[in-house]
């Protein structure tokens, strides 16, 4: 079963400290992995996809299909990163692609 | 307005009440999406339409009708709500349903509180 994971609710680091947002999955084919992001009073947006293999305000994740993880990464957290972020794998259910979002982890950044 | 539009933001209803939400994307975009999204349980995914047509119904209770008589709109009916029916409604639209590359496109949710 299609399945994503993220073990941490609540993920809190001081202001320059590097983050790291769990993300492990569980898919048969070739999944495409996206970071969704939820700032608070804003919308869920799409932050990153692995496809793209591109860094978003200073995040990026890379698809580890061994450990079937896609973990989100930052060198230096920043107060303006705290945020709703959920994981979230697009897949083949017969013909139908669908998005199944991991439980989400709250980032709080503090000063 | 662009993008995915909901309305009413928020809603307040007894058990026994009638009432529909809406959303609206201005994005040409031929599938539309309702999420549940609660307190205690990650997104959760109840109806899916392309192009007008329902292509999935995620073993959701018969007290949510969904509705969409266009590419550009999605109603989600609601009738005898429960309270634990309480839960932020999420709208999302994509460019396409088919295939796995897609990007999804929310709308601000329906704070629903069912009393």
């Known amino acids: 079963a299609q399945r994503v994971t993220q073990p941490e609710k609540l993920l809190s680091v001081f202001k320059g400290a590097p983050v790291e947002l769990k993300c492990n999955y569980s898919?048969?084919?070739?999944?495409?992995l996206f970071w969704y992001v939820q700032y608070s009073r804003q919308r869920l947006q799409l932050l990153l996809r692995?496809?793209s293999r591109e860094s978003i305000k200073g995040f990026t994740a890379d698809l580890n299909k061994g450990e079937t993880s896609f973990h989100l990464k930052k060198p230096f957290a920043q107060e303006e990163d705290s945020a709703m972020y959920y994981c979230a794998l697009s897949g083949l259910v017969g013909n139908t692609g669908k998005l199944i979002f991991g439980q989400g982890t709250t980032l709080q950044v503090k000063p | 307005e662009t993008g995915v539009t909901q309305t009413p933001r928020h809603l307040v209803m007894g058990m026994t009440n009638k009432k529909s939400l809406k959303c609206e994307q201005h994005?040409?975009?031929?599938?539309m999406y309702w999420y549940k999204q609660s307190a205690k349980k990650p997104l959760e995914l109840m109806f899916v339409y392309s192009l007008e047509e329902r292509v999935e119904n995620n073993s959701v209770p018969s007290r949510f009708s969904p509705e969409c008589p266009n590419s550009s709109h999605l109603f989600l009916h609601l009738h005898t709500l429960q309270p634990e029916d309480s839960a932020l409604y999420l709208c999302?639209?994509?460019?396409?349903?088919?295939?796995?590359?897609?990007?999804?496109?929310f709308g601000p949710g329906t704070r629903l509180t069912v009393t």
């Open positions: 994005l040409g975009h031929n599938a």
């Open positions: 999302a639209s994509s460019q396409d349903m088919y295939g796995t590359f897609y990007e999804q496109y």
């Open positions: 692995h496809i």
């Open positions: 898919y048969s084919g070739s999944p495409e």
